[in-house]
């Protein structure tokens, strides 16, 4: 019986002040069940500052075999530092994760062998809650951080394109000009769905590989009513523009006003249930600044999320 070829493999990873999450994920693609040799990583630190550095020094340190790069983009913002990954990456294939998550040992080997089997110019993976011990009750019962599961080889939307756990084929990433992410989605986020829809445009095919599973923790900062408004918000904003792009203005003004109506209603909804318990109005204050977000989704209002506000 013949032994299993596996392709090159770069994974491409940004940080911004996170070492320790960084040093955990480090550790995690380490133990990974795939040959060290046909891996390469690449660090990208948005930190101007170099704050992943010393995590990346000392996983080299312990782990010599390992290849990694590791390099700083000082100008602010996701879509500069994605850029800059795929630019020092070497391999046929690029997978991307994201610095507060960890991945599970198969989890390369299955993206790859899912890309074989269906032919597919891109593969997309589950990224699953991971909660501290002290996790307030109504947070996990939100089901906020939980995200859509599918069927191993559903044939995916670019919208439901993400680069916290995908690998994509080099050549994508490297024939969009001037870059592969939009660096005017820089500051807000989207940038990966834009890549999305701009391969899918073209033919590019995106499945899903429901057993590539990787773990992201919510961070305790991410345990407010606040962060989970504005995260609504935002991501619904960055979920909606290029949706409205094209379409004509009394279509535009439609989505916009349902959003509205939708958002007072929902706002309203979700006081009238706080006798049930806040995990309920959590739910629908969520989906009331989604709507929300879909009406501002229309204005030209500068949404951050990425930068130095995080």
């Not at 962060?227 to 916009?256: D, E, H, N």
């Amino acid at each position: 019986m013949s032994e299993k070829i596996y392709p090159s493999v770069s994974i491409c990873i940004c940080s911004y002040k996170r070492p320790e999450m960084l040093t955990a994920l480090l550790r995690s693609l380490v133990e990974q069940q795939f040959p060290s040799e046909q891996m390469q990583i690449v660090v990208v630190d948005n930190d101007e500052a170099g704050s992943a550095a010393q995590s990346v020094a000392d996983f080299e340190k312990a782990n010599p075999d390992t290849k990694i790069l590791y390099l700083v983009e000082p100008v602010q913002g996701i879509a500069y530092a994605r850029n800059r990954t795929v630019m020092y990456a070497t391999a046929d294939l690029l997978a991307f994760v994201d610095d507060d998550e960890e991945v599970t040992p198969q989890w390369l080997a299955l993206l790859c062998e899912c890309m074989e089997a269906h032919n597919a110019d891109a593969v997309l993976g589950p990224v699953l809650a991971k909660y501290p011990m002290d996790t307030p009750k109504w947070i996990k019962a939100s089901g906020f951080f939980e995200r859509k599961r599918f069927k191993t080889g559903s044939s995916m939307t670019w919208g439901d394109g993400h680069t916290g756990n995908a690998l994509v084929k080099g050549k994508w990433l490297r024939e969009r000009k001037p870059n592969p992410f939009d660096v005017s989605l820089a500051q807000s986020g989207g940038e990966d769905t834009n890549f999305f829809k701009w391969m899918q445009s073209r033919n590019g095919s995106l499945i899903w590989c429901d057993e590539a599973e990787v773990y992201e923790e919510v961070a305790h900062q991410r345990q407010s009513l606040f962060f989970i408004l504005k995260r609504s918000f935002i991501t619904s904003v960055t979920y909606w523009r290029p949706r409205f792009v094209g379409k004509s203005m009394t279509w535009c003004a439609y989505q916009a006003l349902i959003g509205l109506a939708r958002g007072i209603a929902l706002s309203i909804y979700g006081f009238m249930q706080l006798p049930l318990g806040l995990q309920y109005s959590v739910i629908s204050w969520a989906t009331s600044a989604k709507s929300f977000g879909r009406m501002a989704a229309l204005t030209r209002a500068n949404v951050i999320n990425y930068g130095k506000t995080e």
